[in-house]
């Protein structure tokens, strides 16, 4: 069965901390990894990653793919309120995505 | 349009009742998913359709679940005889890659209560 894992489940830190959070996987036939956020309802796109050790960055946002070792971080650093969401690590396997359980992060001001 | 819209956003319904959620992807886009999101869970795989291909139902939880899609247009999903079990929130994703899986782009879904 295809498994994807995300830790923490959810934290807590302040305004300015560094986060990173993380997601390993077991697939029978990967194609990529996304993150995305979820903050009400519509997830929205972060990072779609295919290639091992190459980082992806958006701004404070970045993330990067160890295909040896099945796992993926999103690293988020001097976090804001507005970073406060779920965080959703998927793989692409064959047509679908197979999503984890999420990160609930919350940043306090 | 400009964005994956989908209706009704909040439906609540009685045990063993039929509904209906609706779908309309965005244009041009050939892959449409479906994903089901209980509370404080991950999204669940329902189904895909690609284009006029056979849809892929293995994530469809029971025969009470069932989906329809019109060409590369508007999916209904249909859950009939719906239990406590079925609440959820129904989220609806459409691509426009025609092979393998990049980005979706997902609607705000339809929160679903049966009492």
């Known amino acids: 069965e295809d498994k994807v894992v995300q830790s923490p489940l959810s934290l807590v830190v302040h305004e300015g901390d560094t986060v990173t959070l993380n997601c390993s996987y077991e697939v029978t036939n990967f194609r990529s990894l996304l993150w995305y956020k979820q903050e009400k309802k519509a997830p929205t796109f972060l990072f779609m990653l295919?290639?091992?050790?190459i980082e992806k960055k958006s701004g404070r946002l970045s993330s990067i793919l160890d295909k040896k070792e099945l796992f993926s971080i999103l690293n988020i650093t001097a976090t804001q309120t507005g970073d406060s969401a779920v965080y959703l690590c998927a793989v692409g396997v064959g047509n679908k995505l197979v999503f984890g359980a999420g990160t609930i992060l919350r940043v306090k001001s | 349009g400009a964005g994956v819209s989908q209706s009704p956003s909040n439906k609540v319904t009685e045990k063993g009742k039929d509904v209906e959620l609706r779908c309309d992807p965005i244009s041009g886009h050939t892959a449409l998913y479906w994903y089901r999101q209980r509370l404080g869970q991950g999204l669940e795989f329902l189904i895909y359709f690609q284009g006029n291909s056979a849809p892929d139902k293995s994530g469809l939880p029971s025969d009470r679940f069932s989906a329809e899609r019109t060409g590369e247009s508007v999916s209904t999903l249909t859950i009939q005889r719906t239990q406590q079990e079925d609440s959820a929130v129904y989220l609806c994703?459409?691509?426009?890659?025609?092979?393998?899986?990049?980005?979706?782009?997902f609607g705000e879904g339809s929160r679903l209560t049966v009492l």
């Open positions: 295919t290639s091992s050790g």
């Open positions: 994703a459409s691509s426009r890659l025609t092979r393998g899986t990049g980005e979706l782009f």
